[in-house]
T-cell receptor, first 109, second 116 residues
């Protein structure tokens, strides 16, 4: 079957670094997305990885290991506005998105 | 670029009535559009996938006669909740994607439906 696993909730301190992990099992694989979703709003695109390695985009970076079925989202210099849910989604062989349940990130002052 | 609009953003309707939600891709042609619903503090749940000019593919457990989806053009898809009941109250979100890699889904802002 197809499955995405990510932690339900994480807590971090303003100014710190946090890593949100995601493991996936899909029928075929064409890439992995990370989305951010604030409460009551629709998801917004953060990153897309198709090759192994680290993609850096400002304070956010995303890593992928295809052989391990593993990805992580790294958030640096955390700000209060980063409090949100972070959704991991893998594309299967038909380019359908398989969604994780999301990780709720709580930032404390 | 890649903007998706959704209308209305909020709607309150009485039980038994029907509600139509529109999803538009404003600056690209969306070969495929998706409809999701999300309950408070829960993950996105895919309801159906629609390709322009063909019938929508519904996920297991989603009633196609209750949630009517029309994808009449490459920029517009509509979801009609027929004979709405209070349990249909939810956050409905559409997304759209182009027909080329990386097949990223661009999300609309969502519609908050409350059925009284």
């Amino acid at each position: 079957g197809q499955n995405i696993d990510q932690p339900t909730e994480m807590t971090a301190t303003e100014g710190a670094i946090v890593q949100i992990n995601c493991t996936y099992q899909t029928s075929g694989f064409n890439g992995l997305f990370w989305y951010q979703q604030h409460a009551g709003e629709a998801p917004t695109f953060l990153s897309y990885n198709v090759l192994d390695g680290l993609e850096e985009k400002g304070r956010f970076s995303s890593f992928l290991s295809r052989s391990k079925g593993y990805s992580y989202l790294l958030l640096k210099e955390l700000q209060m506005k980063d409090s949100a849910s972070y959704l991991c989604a893998a594309t299967d062989s038909n380019y359908q998105l398989i969604w994780g349940a999301g990780t709720k990130l709580i930032i404390k002052p | 670029g890649a903007v998706v609009s959704q209308h209305p953003s909020r709607v309150i309707c009485k039980s038994g009535t029907s509600v139509k939600i529109e999803c538009r891709s404003l600056d690209f042609q969306a070969t495929t559009m998706f409809w999701y619903r999300q309950f408070p503090k829960k993950s996105l749940m895919l309801m159906a996938t629609s390709n322009e000019g063909s019938k929508a593919t519904y996920e297991q457990g989603v009633e196609k006669d209750k949630f009517l989806i029309n994808h009449a053009s490459l920029t517009l898809s509509t979801l009609t909740v027929t004979s709405a009941h209070p349990e249909d109250s939810s956050f409905y979100i559409c997304s759209a994607r182009e027909g080329r890699e990386p097949y990223e889904q661009y999300f609309g802002p969502g519609t908050r439906l409350t059925v009284t």
